[in-house]
Structures are given as C-alpha cells and as structure tokens.
C-alpha cells in the first residue's frame, strides 16, 4: 500500500530516483544470507566484472559502496587526495555546488570556476589554468558529467584533450550519478581517474549502492593521499578484493541480487542501444518543449541532456504549483527547480528503464498540468511532436527481431 495512495501507477518522472523494472524487483524480493558464504563472493566477483563495462574500462577497479552519490563523492576525493591540495572545481547548478561544498569542507584548497546556471563548464578559463600551472600545484579536475538540476552534460573528452595538451598530470574526477548507463561515457579512452554514479539514476535500482571506478593512476595515488578515511577507503576493500571475499563489511544482499538483473537487462538490450534510447527519449522531450512554447534551461545544443529537461516557465506561474498540482492530481512526479532556479523551472526526469510509450503519457500530463496553471497550451501539441520524432526513430525492440 502506498504511503499516500492513488490509483494506477505513479508516473515517475523525477531525474532519479527512478522506476524500478519488475525483473529487478523480483530479483531483490529475497531473505537475507549469509555474505560470508560462499554465493555472496561469487556473486560479487561477477558483479565488479560486468561493473566496468558500463564504466567502459578494462584496467579500471571498481568499488561497490553501500552508500548514495554523496558518499561516492567523498570515497573519489578522501582516497586520492590531501588536505590542502589544489582542485579545481566547477560550479554549473546545484549538484556540483554542493560537490564544492563537500570539497571545502574537507579542506582542499578549492579554485571554483563558476558559469550561469543553464551553461557548461568553463573549459576557456581551465586551460588558461592549465598553462600557467608549470610547478603542477592542480592536483586534481572535479566534474559533474550530467548537471541535473539544469539539464547540462559537459564535455569530458575535451578536459581530458587539454590535459594532455598541457602534459599536466592532475586527476581527473568525475561524478557521472546521472550520466553513466544512459550517457556516453568513456573512462579509459577520456582518461578519467575516478568515475562514480548512484544505483538509483540510470541503473533503476533503489538508492543504496555507490558504484565508484578508480584507475591504476588513482589506486596509485591512495598511496600518498593523508585524508582521513574510514568506512570509504579503498584498501580496506583491496585487502579483501586479495582474500577472495570481497566485503570489509555487511553489503545489502538484495541490492546485489538487483543489481544482477539490472545489469543483465541492460547487456541483454545492449549499452550502446540503452544510451541510443536515452538519446531518442532526450530528443523527444526537447521537441515537445519547443512545442509548447517554452524554453530549455539549457543555453546551447552542445550541453542539452539526454537524461534531463530542465523547462523553464513564464515568470508569472511558480513551477513548484506545476511539481505539485502534477502530483495531486495526476499522479505525475516532475523534479523541482533548485536553489537558483527554484519556482523558475521544472524538471523532467527521461532517464532509466523507461519506454517511449512511457515519456508520451508523462508529456501528455504535463501539458495538463500546464494548462491547470494556466498556461495556454495547445493540448497534444507537445505530445504530438515527440510522438512524430518517435514515430520516426524508435527501432524495433533489439530482443524482439
């Protein structure tokens, strides 16, 4: 029973967490075991294996957190780094602001490249910071991949092109919560240092495992880097990774059971088609937005997220009325604006085990609610764009053929 019930099914259009596919429920509807028996290890041993893939690395190590993504962020950084480093850092929307927050409040010596929210990271102005750093005081480049809060994916490959342009050796950091598994992500061949994501964005798990992918160069730097850590370090696990049983302490066995069938759904329809689905889903979006007559959060094409909408509304309708009204009277759940873009823009969440069929019925209760809020807006006319798109994209279901 639902905490607070409504008829059907919740439509779940949050950027994360997200719906949950019944196989993966199925999967986790399960007792406890016992984690030092000898399932719980062989489980785990096939799960790091298949963990990479979705980062696309082959020399990385993985790391399966019981934790969230903030969590993730605080193993990357207290396992490479020391207080007092140099990091640079940028400020694009409220998820890489309190990744910044988190970085100075475990005292590193924070250099903040801030952009309006709505813009990606500032690459000018780091490789102006690169080419003057001769004596490589930077230690380490933080981040977010996928800004959820205003719809922006930033370039990886670039920041790795001027590193190496550069031959400057900092780190690279990235939180990819709600870009891996639904976005292009590339960690051996962009040269990412440490890769991380939540079990509740793209995965379609619940919250509860912080997967983290660390590189040789990392690992390496765990040797010299004096943050405090504890339940995050990284070598507590290696020492079990040695013993063949994996766990320095208690996982949760149904989520390692669900992300089993996670994994395996996505391999079955294949990474390259989950993130060509996302791609098409992020595209239909956009198109009913257009339609609509509003704007994207997002300032330039090159940014726009394929996991994320951020739609910006007239300045006489307070978007949380939008977030609300959806979820009161049609059991629709959009994401709210945040901090700086709180009451201007609501979220649309298109990312996860999610159908084309799926994101129509969500656009078709947003343009309900925006006609509830008195916006005029033509019903059907986004609906009818994004399903023109779909119509016309949407290949056959790759298990099916």
């Not at 990744?99 to 309006?116: A, G, H, K, P, T």
């Not at 339940?231 to 020492?239: R, V």
Request: with cysteine; proline share 5%; charged share 20%.
């Amino acid at each position: 029973m639902d905490y607070v019930y409504g008829p059907g099914r919740n439509h779940l259009f949050v950027p994360g967490p997200v719906n949950i596919p019944e196989p993966v429920i199925r999967a986790m509807n399960r007792n406890n075991e016992d984690y030092r028996s000898p399932a719980i290890p062989a489980l785990t041993k096939t799960l790091l294996e298949d963990v990479k893939k979705i980062f696309k690395t082959t020399s990385g190590t993985p790391f399966l957190i019981p934790t969230t993504g903030t969590g993730a962020w605080e193993s990357a950084l207290t396992n490479t780094l020391s207080p007092g480093d140099k990091i640079i850092s940028f400020l694009i929307g409220q998820f890489s602001l309190l990744w910044i927050d988190q970085q100075q409040r475990l005292n590193f010596d924070v250099d903040v490249i801030e952009s309006d929210w709505g813009q990606g990271a500032n690459l000018d102005v780091l490789e102006s910071k690169l080419a003057a750093d001769s004596n490589h005081t930077i230690k380490a480049i933080c981040i977010v991949h996928n800004e959820t809060a205003t719809g922006v994916t930033n370039n990886l490959s670039t920041v790795r092109k001027l590193l190496d342009e550069y031959h400057h050796p900092a780190l690279v950091l990235v939180d990819g919560v709600s870009s891996i598994c639904a976005l292009d992500f590339r960690m051996d061949e962009w040269g990412v240092d440490v890769a991380l994501t939540g079990s509740q964005k793209a995965l379609s798990l619940p919250t509860g495992i912080g997967l983290v992918c660390a590189s040789p160069k990392a690992l390496e730097a765990t040797k010299t880097a004096k943050s405090v850590r504890v339940f995050f370090d990284w070598n507590d696990y290696l020492k079990f990774y040695k013993l063949g049983t994996y766990w320095p302490y208690t996982p949760s066995i149904q989520l390692l059971y669900g992300l089993r069938a996670a994994l395996d759904l996505i391999f079955e329809e294949g990474l390259d088609n989950v993130i060509a689905r996302h791609t098409r889903l992020g595209k239909a979006t956009r198109l009913a937005v257009e339609a609509w007559g509003l704007k994207n959060c997002t300032q330039k094409e090159e940014w726009f997220s394929d996991t994320v909408t951020a739609v910006v509304i007239p300045p006489n309708i307070d978007s949380s009325e939008i977030v609300r009204r959806a979820w009161k009277r049609y059991n629709l759940s959009l994401g709210l604006g945040l901090n700086k873009v709180a009451g201007k823009v609501f979220r649309i969440g298109h990312l996860g085990n999610l159908n084309e069929l799926q994101l129509l019925g969500c656009l078709s209760g947003v343009e309900m609610v925006l006609k509830d809020v008195g916006y005029p807006v033509k019903l059907g006319s986004g609906v009818a764009a994004a399903a023109a798109f779909l119509q016309n994209n949407t290949p056959l279901i790759p298990s099916r053929i």
